[in-house]
DNA sequence: GTGATTGCAAATCTTTTGCACTAAA
DNA sequence: TTTAGTGCAAAAGATTTGCAATCAC
């Protein structure tokens, strides 16, 4: 499953989750929605959008992703201390994380079969059940 | 399931894993671990320290929790954006996440089977495996 | 005594915020 | 025009670091 939503692109996009399509929201759009699944920490994003001479700053970034985040755009993903990612696949799946890098690999959701979850205490449901496999180099050697 | 392991007291703990055994870090370890399960943030262990009437800074209580952590006794986990928690149940076992009050509720290993775990990538192993469920008050049903 | 440990405050790093300015509708 | 959106810099938190003072051995 590649993006959650297919449009042609960032314009449509964003008018249908109702965002004011500005120039920086445009740019950040495609920047994220238009190569695959990507998970990116707002640095990241800014220091791309720099790259292609978009002009946006960063507190306008982090806007960006909060605002695509809580449009359900994107899912912000905690993993890594005091740095926060955000993730273009907002369906179900789970993540590798590579230690040595502290990036982030998306594993599909039927990759992983969890059985006997336990039921949450009354007046709570589920948000979202995570499964993070943090991996490392196991030798000395660097192959890859 | 108590500590993950029985020591009589916390010098023999400290002594254990190769740590000066000092006021500050024998205070901190009876906080920690004489009180069954716990997931505290630093700030929170400093705060209790200060209550217990434990002279320590915070930025010891820092320094102490990640000697903790190196020496195996409690585990780092990230599950909330720009702070960690430290888990005295170093043991095989996961986590509810209570976004409403973020608190975290230990799961044991075995309440949750995983089947068919993808395999990591060639040259690298996995250090840890974690399954965060997080869960919220039910939402209150306004309409619709 | 000697080197490890601690405390304090300053420094870092990520993220948020206030407010004047700019741009979309 | 009218209001949402943006940029900048300062603020806010969490965590770390430098270094002199202190403590364990």
């Given at each position: 499953m590649?993006?959650?939503?297919?449009?042609?692109?960032?314009?449509?996009?964003?008018?249908?989750?109702?965002?004011?399509?500005?120039r920086q929201r445009l740019s950040l759009?495609?920047?994220l929605f238009e190569r695959g699944d990507r998970?990116?920490?707002?640095?990241?994003?800014h220091s791309e959008a720099l790259a292609a001479r978009v002009r946006v700053s960063l507190a306008t970034v982090y806007n960006t992703l909060h605002q695509f985040t809580s449009a359900g755009l994107l899912n912000?993903?905690?993993?890594?201390?005091?740095?926060?990612?955000?993730d273009t696949n907002t369906g179900h799946h789970h993540h590798f994380f590579h230690e040595n890098t502290s990036t982030l690999e998306d594993i599909?959701?039927?990759?992983?079969?969890?059985?006997?979850?336990?039921?949450?205490?009354?007046?709570?449901?589920?948000?979202?059940?995570?499964?993070?496999?943090?991996?490392r180099d196991e030798a000395p050697r660097t192959s890859d």
């Open positions: 590649e993006s959650n939503r297919t449009y042609s692109n960032a314009l449509d996009l964003l008018k249908s989750v109702g965002l004011r399509p500005t759009a495609r920047l998970h990116v920490t707002a640095e990241q994003l912000e993903l905690v993993v890594d201390s005091g740095r926060s990612y955000f599909p959701g039927d990759q992983v079969r969890i059985d006997s979850l336990p039921a949450p205490a009354e007046g709570r449901e589920i948000s979202r059940v995570e499964v993070i496999i943090r991996v």
